[in-house]
């Protein structure tokens, strides 16, 4: 891989052949499931530009609100400053997937033209991502999501504001690590049934917010892969008719999912694009 293909948009001296060894250690031996946190990830010039020109949130075209979110997400890369196109050609270039393939040692990454591929995070005052696991299987292109990759753009994020990303251990009772999302830091983990991640709520002065972009990777569906949509789960200090309501909506959502997807009802999927 050469590193002159993505020295453009992404930091060449830490995004190249002489890496991989050492971010590949890191990865598998990271716990409580395999991630990497890299500072100074996109050329500075850029990251300047990104965090100047993000969307404001207005222009995303989903809003979350409900009992376990309360966040903005959008994924118009043509309608955005033309730097965020120049982010999203380098994280889906060749170059960087057999890099991302042979840090992580995954095969056969894919990062799909849509919503479920990359976008934009937003997240204002009061925003909040409760612990989850992902989406196991993309539901129109029956991809198996593997890998997140998160690009926090917040300048001078204090401790105190909260929001940081938070990995748990796998039956969600001991929070293992926190991430500041600061400014230019990326975190690569791996999507499996027990990476649960998510952030509290941010207390943060009006003109501030939380913003991030987002890539999902996907490789082949492999057997025994099972579809299933988000899994929200409670923190242990959530209030016992908070922890009653999200088992009771996560299995009722999983439920008529699952069977739209047994069923073959890509349209549905699509209509929620």
Do not use: C
């Not at 850029?46 to 207005?58: I, T």
């Amino acid at each position: 891989m050469s590193t002159k293909s993505i020295a453009p948009a992404l930091n060449a001296a830490l995004i190249n052949e002489d890496s991989i060894a050492r971010y590949r250690e890191e990865f598998a031996t990271a716990r409580p499931y395999k991630h990497l946190v890299i500072d100074n990830f996109l050329e500075e010039g850029l990251a300047q530009s990104l965090f100047a020109n993000f969307p404001k949130v207005s222009e995303l075209r989903k809003h979350y609100k409900g009992i376990n979110e309360n966040k903005s997400e959008g994924s118009s890369f043509d309608h955005y400053h033309t730097d965020f196109a120049r982010v999203l050609d380098a994280i889906k270039s060749p170059a960087f997937i057999h890099w991302l393939e042979q840090v992580t040692q995954i095969n056969d990454l894919s990062l799909p033209d849509d919503h479920r591929g990359a976008g934009v995070h937003q997240g204002r005052n009061g925003s909040f991502l409760d612990i989850h696991v992902d989406f196991s299987v993309h539901p129109i292109l029956n991809l198996h999501r593997r890998l997140n990759l998160l690009i926090y753009l917040n300048k001078n994020w204090k401790p105190e504001y909260g929001g940081l990303l938070e990995l748990w251990n796998e039956d969600v009772s001991v929070l293992e690590k926190a991430v500041l999302p600061g400014f230019n830091r990326a975190v690569i983990f791996e999507t499996t049934e027990t990476s649960y991640h998510g952030y509290d709520v941010i207390n943060i002065p009006e003109n501030e917010s939380r913003k991030s972009i987002y890539s999902y990777y996907y490789s082949p569906v492999a057997s025994g892969v099972k579809y299933h949509d988000t899994i929200f789960k409670p923190r242990p200090t959530d209030s016992l008719a908070k922890k009653t309501q999200t088992t009771m909506k996560e299995a009722l959502k999983n439920g008529i999912k699952q069977i739209m997807k047994s069923l073959g009802l890509k349209s549905v999927f699509e209509k929620l694009e």
